[in-house]
């Protein structure tokens, strides 16, 4: 009997000891606000009129999500994250289309190792413009400035299916990424692949970025941007696999002037396969565009610790195979108020105007879903909301 007991008892101290080298994160986001858009697209696409509406995920999109790690020992650990996105506006699964809505985790789905050597994932997930875009006007207003330049230059996060991932540790504040998605096309390693290489440095208030993405098209491409349901090359092309369809580099910078953060940001993007002169300048839009050009200036003032005070200019320029040329600026202004370490409330405003191309709005899709009365608009949106993080 006292053997039993002994035995029972060295069971329960491997057990707890085994319990303690794990864990288990449960973490998500809840983000909803009340929003007005002027000159919206009415339901009969015939005209405009002001509209107002609940938006799910205005500066993030709301999510779930489970992390953790198991210590194997030698300083070698097995790590995954599940996150699936939400709109928490209607308890919908958040997706950017119809391919993408039906998945459960969505947003990330990763298992890997992480040690000395750094961490290796594979799974879904974003490539590294997504990380530096915490310097970029991404890290305050969100989605506000997704639709006039940074959906499509990759800084709103864009994930990378069937990829495996390599990032370093922190080396003296630089660390650097790898990424290669596999395009799964039985007899053609190069269709639908996709690769990017990335980099990042921190030292006291500076802050420096750079990325480099490139994808191809093909039957199952890797790279989710190339899986949208919208017109152009976005819709997977066997016809064209293999062949360079996005080719984006990321430029960034942040610096912290006492209160003041001051950051700037460039992006170039080349869409190659798109060669044909849109029709007119209803339809010209960032999706359609073989090259995009995106500037970005802005600051974030912290008032006091709970209140920062927020402003962007971000500008566009898109080349529709250098038959005619258009523009896209927006002056974004808001303010952010924390009532503690995981709830803020805020309030955007911000005006997008295009000139010699379509407007897709503030809230806009930068591939072609206009939100607008089309050429040469101006459109001005107002956000009030509340994010919670737990």
Known sequence: MKKSLLALAVLGAFAGAAQAQSSVTIYGIVDTGIVYTSKAVTAAG??????FGLNSGIIQGSRIGFKGVEDLGGGLNAVFQLETGFTNDNGGLQGSDAVTSSNL??????????????????GRQTDYADTISA???VNDFGGLTGAVGHNIDRLEGTRTNNSISYTTNNLGGFTGNLIYGFGEQAGQTTAGQSFGLGGKYDNGPLGLGLNYYQSKQGSTPSDTQLTSTTAGYYAPNSA???NSALKVL???????????????NYS??????????????AVSTLGTANKIDVYELGTAWSLTPSLKLLGAVTH??????SASKGKLTQISLGTDYWLSKRTDLYAFVANTRASNMANTGVFGDATGNATTGGVDSSQTAVAVGIRHKF
């Open 316 to 321: 566009t320029r898109a080349d529709f195979n």
């Open 135 to 137: 310097y970029t006007s």
């Open 268 to 281: 170039r993007v080349k869409q190659g396969l798109n060669t044909a002169t849109p029709a007119s300048i």
């Open 46 to 51: 015939t005209g405009t009129g002001s509209k």
């Open 105 to 122: 985790f969505r947003r990330k789905s990763v298992v890997g190792l992480n040690g000395g050597f750094g961490t290796v994932l594979l």
């Open 240 to 242: 064209q696999a293999g």
């Open 250 to 264: 990321n430029v960034v910078a942040s610096y912290q002037f006492g209160p003041a953060r001051v950051y700037g």
